[in-house]
């Protein structure tokens, strides 16, 4: 079985400082992990995918995540914080098929001015 | 815009009822997948069509079934609705390959409320 567990329910960060979003993951085999963002009243969209390639991952908007096997860990970052950061973050796992996707429960990002 | 479509936005619904949400897959897609997103929750897998067939399922029960058309729309049908049915459901599309970990595209939602 595969499950992921975000840290925080809530962040929030002043704009300009750096962003740090956790999750650790348990998974029986070499998972694909994402993180997910969803702003109100919109889809979810893909910020970053790790694939068994390069630990450090790289998204959109300035974000990119780390995978730590020794740690079960995929943290995602930012090193500065905009103001539309402000959103519901998802880390994610896909099932051993890599068809079907587990997600977190959720952490809000706050940003203040 | 990810080119996935839901209808409709909104939808209130008694117990017991029966409701049918529907989804336009983006251009060249032939994957789609469900799935709700209770309130306050990460959203949760219902199930997976891929070229007309379920191609895998999560943990809902068999009153939650599906179609997807020749044109990879898809509909989700819920029956005899309860009040733990209200949620948001997610449709995703994507184009399935031989890797793991497709990349989903994600509409925004029908807002469901079972009274």
């Given at each position: 079985a595969q499950s992921v567990t975000q840290l925080d329910s809530h962040v929030s960060v002043s704009e300009g400082t750096p962003v740090l979003l956790r999750c650790n993951y348990s998974s029986s085999y070499s998972p694909s992990l994402f993180w997910y963002v969803q702003h109100p009243n919109k889809g979810l969209q893909l910020l970053l995918k790790y694939t068994s390639a390069a630990t450090l991952v790289k998204g959109i908007n300035g974000f990119e995540a780390e995978f730590k096997k020794s740690e079960t860990s995929f943290h995602l970052t930012k090193p500065s914080a905009h103001m539309s950061d402000a959103a519901e973050y998802f880390c994610v796992v896909s099932d051993r098929s890599g068809y079907a996707l587990n997600f977190g429960k959720g952490t809000s990002l706050l940003v203040t001015p | 815009e990810t080119g996935v479509t839901q209808s409709p936005t909104h939808l209130i619904k008694t117990r017991g009822q029966q409701v049918t949400l529907r989804c336009s897959s983006q251009s060249g897609h032939n994957t789609v997948s469900w799935y709700q997103q209770a309130l306050g929750q990460g959203p949760q897998f219902i199930f997976q069509y891929y070229r007309e067939e379920e191609n895998g399922r999560g943990n809902f029960p068999p009153r939650f079934s599906g179609l997807q058309f020749p044109n990879y729309s898809s509909e989700l049908n819920v029956n005899?609705?309860?009040?733990?049915?209200?949620a948001l459901y997610l449709c995703a599309s994507s184009l399935r390959s031989s890797g793991s970990g497709e990349k989903l595209f994600f509409g925004s939602g029908t807002q469901l409320s079972v009274l």
């Open positions: - | 005899a609705l309860e009040l733990d049915d209200s």
